[in-house]
Nanobody
Framework: QVQVVESGGGLVQTGGSLRLSCAAS????????MGWFHQAPGKEREFVAA????????RYADSVKGRFTISRADASNTVYLQMSGLKPEDTAVYYC??????????????????WGQGTQVTVSS
């Protein structure tokens, strides 16, 4: 069983920064594509950013390009989401997920197999 655990959420003012961390564990010798999604109250879960299993390729939602950076520790299932220039509309629960897909970087939630419990990010105006 693969477990995914996020950390690093909190309250920040508009324009501030936060770094989220995520670790997937449970299956040795396997590196996953990893992604971040967020879900605001009353809205569907949305793609934020993803990184390939090798760490060599990344994808971002248009709304966060230039503000957020996803990265991963070498040869591990630990990933980070550095968020800068935060806006009130970034307020949401942020979920980390791991995917068994190896041929591309999935941006659809349905292609992710393992999910964390989420961490709240609140941006005050």
């Amino acid at each position: 069983q693969v477990q995914v655990v996020e950390s690093g959420g909190g309250l920040v003012q508009t324009g501030g920064s936060l770094r989220l961390s995520c670790a997937a564990s449970g299956r040795t010798g396997r590196t996953y594509a990893m992604g971040w999604f967020h879900q605001a109250p009353g809205k569907e879960r949305e793609f934020v950013a993803a990184i390939s299993w090798s760490g060599g390729t990344t994808r971002y939602a248009d709304s966060v390009k230039g503000r957020f950076t996803i990265s991963r520790a070498d040869a591990s299932n630990t990933v980070y989401l550095q968020m800068s220039g935060l806006k009130p509309e970034d307020t949401a629960v942020y979920y980390c997920a791991a995917s068994d897909v190896v041929t591309s970087i999935p941006i659809e939630a349905r292609l992710y197999d393992y999910w964390g419990q989420g961490t709240q990010v609140t941006v005050s105006s």
